[in-house]
Structure formats: C-alpha cells, structure tokens
C-alpha cells in the first residue's frame, strides 16, 4: 500500500542518532523545521528525549493496573493480539524491563507511554504495574502520544488522523503541529482530508482502518467537492467494492468523476442510459435506454449458445400473448 509514511521512508537513508538532535537549539540560516521523515525522526527524537526529561523528575512506584487509562490522545484503533500475547509471556518470564509513565488525573493515571506494556499485564491478571509518575501537560500528552505511535510501520494513515485531530485542540497553528510531527503543512492536510469523507466511509474505517491511505483519501475528498451531490452518489456505490478488495483505493477519486461524467452525458443525451453488464470482472455487454428505445447487446463468444437459447425464450416469454 503507498502512503504519506512510504514515501517518508524512502528518505530515511544514513539518519543521524537520535542523541545528534540534542544540539543547541540554533536553526540554520533558512531552515523551515522538519519536512519529512528525517524531520519526523528528529520530531520522535525529540518527544523520547522529552519523556526522558519528564521521567528524570518523576517517582517510580507500583500502580494498581486497574486505575490507569490509557492516553486520550492515543492513535492506535488496534492492538496486535499475537504481539501483545508474546509481550506479556516475556514480562512473566523475565519481568517488566522498563516501567510505563503516567500522569495523575484525579483518582486514575493516564498513560504517557507504555499502553502495550499494561495491557499486558491484564492479560497476566497481574494486579500492579510498575510506573513512574510524571508532571505532564495535555500538550506534552498530545505530542508525545502522536510522536510515539507517528513512525511505526503497523499504524495506519487513518489511526494517525485520529490522533492528528486530537492533538489539533492543544496546537491551535496547523504550522506548530506539523512542525511538532515533522511533517510539511501539506502532508498534514493529508492526514487532515479523512475529515471530510462522508460517515459511511468512516465507520468502515472504523472497523478496518488499513482501508484507506491518506493520499487516496485527499484525492477522494477533493473530488468530492468538485463533483457534490453527484460525487456522494457515486462513492456510495463504489465504496463496498472498496470494502470488498474489488477496487483499488487509488482508483477511487478516478473512478467517482468516471460515473459523474456519465451521468452528466446520459442527461445531456435527452435520458440515455447505459447499464454495463459483467461477466466477472470483464464487460459481457450492455443494456442502452434512449429515446429510441431499449438495445441490449452482448460480445461476441461471451454468451453461449445456450444462454443465447434461454435468453430468446425467456424474452419471447415476456412479450407472449395469452388468450
């Protein structure tokens, strides 16, 4: 699947370590801030760097699993059960490695890193976990949850959008979040276009968030402005054929102006209609209303002679005069 992040990676080629991001803070002459995935890397850099800061101040004690939340900027839709499974066998093995940060909010600890690591633990129905307790501001909580989750190959352009628009409240200039997940202004707006895809396209999302990539969601999205209520039609109908694997997601945007321009020619041409007929995925024939009348036509060699058969008795059937 190509997406923003496939495209990122292939930049990603003899990247500094993370510890070369501490620097001094100066910014080259003419430097406009990360723009892609070595800028997204030297954002992540920056986000562990600061987790480790907030860590450095924090207390490390035993928390009851069943206080904690998870982080309500969390991206991820998903958990890989299979990894999870093998994470927690590992933790009764050998015992947690590295403990999970959390902030106090209220009565319950909302987690700032380390949701695999507790979800693990109520898998083992252990009772506690160890954490350390950190001062964290919801910027911090929103940054450092879309940093953590932004650059793994197993989160999807969809989850990262979720996460994008919740983060959206704590950084008010689109230009601040981008900059925070080194990103450009463009590529954000990508994340930004699964927004404006109708609800029925969402929900399915919802339950299956590897169905669309950001780049195709953009496409569709503007298309979708363009075409309006013609465009809503038509990807109601292509969309299931999305959901099912018979259509390409890059194809859709093409796909929904195809249908709008036919349906604009077919009321151009006083009423004329063409409904395409499929035998599989290749067109067997056609059915064409017009003012003239009703033509049904098929290729030749797709119908055998017994369907040919069939189909004249079932027509002559139709138009039959009984006494």
Known sequence: MSNIREQLMAKTANLPTPADFKGDGKKEKGSRGPQTMPGIT???AAAQLRIQELEGKGIATEIDVSLMVPNPWQPRRQ????????????????GLLQAATVRRVGDTF????????????????????????????????????????VTRDD???????????????EFPQRTRLAKVMGVTRNDLYKFLA????????????????SLLAANSAQEIANTLKKTGEAGLKAVKDLWPLVVNGELVQSKVAASINAQVTRGISAADAGGRSILKIFAGKVQAGSIT??????????????????????LRDQIGKMFSITE
């Open 194 to 209: 699964f927004d404006e895809l109708p609800d029925f396209v969402k929900r399915d999302l919802d339950l299956n968030p």
């Open 289 to 310: 209303k017009d003012v003239k009348g009703l033509t049904i036509k098929f290729k030749a060699g797709v119908v055998t002679e017994e369907q040919e058969s069939l």
């Open 155 to 169: 989160l999807t352009d969809y989850e990262i959008a979720i996460a994008v628009r919740r983060a959206e409240s």
């Open 42 to 44: 030297s954002a992540l």
């Open 110 to 149: 909302q987690l700032v890193a380390g949701e695999r690591r507790w979800r693990a633990h109520k898998l083992l129905n252990k009772e506690s976990i160890k954490a350390v307790v950190i001062e964290c501001t919801d910027q911090d909580m929103a940054a450092l949850a879309l940093m953590e989750n």
């Open 79 to 94: 958990f890989n059960e299979a990894k999870l499974s093998e994470l927690a066998r590992s933790i009764a093995e050998v």
